[in-house]
């Protein structure tokens, strides 16, 4: 690394102006404010000119007054978001250290049972943790918490759930690295099956940071919320019958978030639930059975294809003056397939075309307009998408479909595919969404408690 004279009297003269002595958490402010001197001189280190090393210079002021200490923030973490104040008291705080800390406490436990009685063994065991836990997030290797540049994974976590209609079918409860590196199962306590299971052919989206479940076999009108972890009815209830695999929703986020829900099945009706109540809300033009919604580039719900549509390939999106058509899917008459909205677009996978064949081709439409952008290994059919920046996971559906599939995205292509996971399950479209690698792994009701 070439550190220059210039350089040294730049960040010595940007920290003068504007960190701040008295800080309540100097500790991690200094090693925030290390961590931005250190991309400064690697950024500087790679310049051919002086303006890509004034871009460096602004790059690590702006980086600096994001940490705690900083002029901007005096008063540490306190106001500082930066992820270094996680490592305030990441035992108890930071959820991605307390998981890679369970994960190399596995690795070594493992470790120590095949030992047998070689003192030797258990020595290099222990060493073997040593190391590890130095790349945990604000350990030596990542000090100032998540994002890691080395060591762990910050990636997300996934809980993925699926109560079926068959006592020989596969139910599922677990959380998911988005690497697909560790699964666990979780725990969540539902209402009594009475019918059929509480979860079978619901259909699911997040409001407001809160998971709610729409309709299913054991009560199609039902309204239940995700509380912890208990999976409760909130005795409100829909207009209409709605049905996981037949019907589509999606959360619209405007001034205030609300879910827009399409029956589906022979039917038109649509309706919205802000959270108190619902209401119903413009029709649509063709019928959308087994199809799937999403938001578009615009912030638009769109409703794309499903069999028996009346425009057999039909996709449609919800304006102000109510359900407008758009281009319809170059697929042909598609159903049973999943979307996700990525940045700038809506994605498309698999699914089911004209009874005769299933999918594996990714579509995206953006721009009102549809173009194949990959494939992915698998077929897939009544599966759910989770979306992120720079890749997207499918988690399959029904029986023969149950594989869990990540795809890297480019931002117009997918670029590469990878099984992670097959659950083994057979569900309509399972229920999905991020949470703390630890959430639900230590649960107490009154029923009984689940340690694991």
């Given amino acids: 690394m070439r550190i220059t004279i210039f350089a040294i009297f730049a960040i010595e003269a940007i920290r003068a102006s504007l960190v701040k002595d008295g800080c309540p958490d100097q500790d991690l402010g200094d090693k925030c404010m290390e961590e931005a001197e250190n991309d400064y001189f690697r950024c500087v280190d790679v310049c051919d000119s002086d303006l890509c090393k004034a871009e460096c210079l602004g790059d690590y ?15 540490g973490c306190g106001s500082s978001s930066h992820p270094v104040c996680s490592c305030k008291n990441p035992e108890l705080e930071n959820e991605y250290f307390k998981q890679c800390v369970a994960e190399a406490t596995g690795r070594s436990d493992a470790c120590y049972a ?6 030797g063994c258990f020595e290099e065991c222990f060493t073997i943790f040593q190391e590890e836990m130095k790349d945990c997030p604000c350990m030596k290797n990542c000090q100032t918490g998540c994002p890691c540049k080395s060591g762990f994974s910050c990636e ?3 809980t993925a759930m699926c109560q079926s209609y068959y006592s020989s079918d596969v139910d599922f409860s677990y959380s998911i690295s988005a690497s697909g590196h560790y699964k666990e ?14 979860l079978y052919d619901s259909g699911f989206s997040i409001m407001n940071g809160e998971v709610y479940i729409f309709g299913g076999n054991q009560d199609p009108q039902k309204i239940a919320k995700i509380n912890d972890c208990r999976i409760e009815d909130t005795g409100k ?12 929703l999606v ?29 119903a809300i413009a029709e649509t033009k063709s019928w959308h059975n087994f199809a799937c919604m999403s938001i578009n580039e615009q912030g638009r719900p769109t409703i794309i294809a499903g069999f028996n549509s009346g425009l057999s390939s039909s996709v449609e999106i919800l304006e102000t003056s109510g359900w407008q058509n758009a281009q319809s899917h170059p697929a042909g008459q598609i159903s049973y397939h999943s979307c996700a909205s990525i940045p700038n677009g809506i994605v498309t996978v698999g699914g089911y075309v004209s009874e005769t064949r299933y999918l594996k081709d990714v579509y995206l439409f953006r721009n009102g307009q549809w173009s194949i952008v990959g494939q992915m290994q698998n077929y897939q059919s009544f599966g759910t998408m989770i979306a992120y920046e720079s890749f997207f996971v499918v988690f399959g559906g029904i029986n023969g479909y149950n594989s869990v599939e990540r795809a890297e995205w480019n931002g117009n292509n997918v670029t590469s595919t990878e099984v992670i996971n097959d659950h083994g399950g057979n569900c309509y479209n399972p229920i999905v969404f991020e949470a703390a690698p630890g959430q639900c792994k230590e649960f107490c009701s009154e029923d009984f408690c689940y340690v694991n």
């Fill in 156 to 158: 997300p976590y996934m």
């Fill in 114 to 119: 095949n030992c047998g009685t070689e003192t």
């Fill in 185 to 198: 199962n979780r725990h969540y306590t539902t209402p009594a099956k009475t019918n059929s299971q509480f």
């Fill in 61 to 75: 002021s702006a980086n600096v007054r994001k940490c705690p200490c900083s002029d901007q923030h005096q008063d």
């Fill in 237 to 248: 209830k829909l207009i209409r019958n709605f049905y996981g695999n037949q019907g589509s």
């Fill in 251 to 279: 959360t619209l986020k405007e001034n205030s978030e609300k879910i827009i829900l399409s029956n589906g099945y022979n039917d038109f009706k649509c309706e919205s639930f802000d959270g108190s109540g619902t209401v």
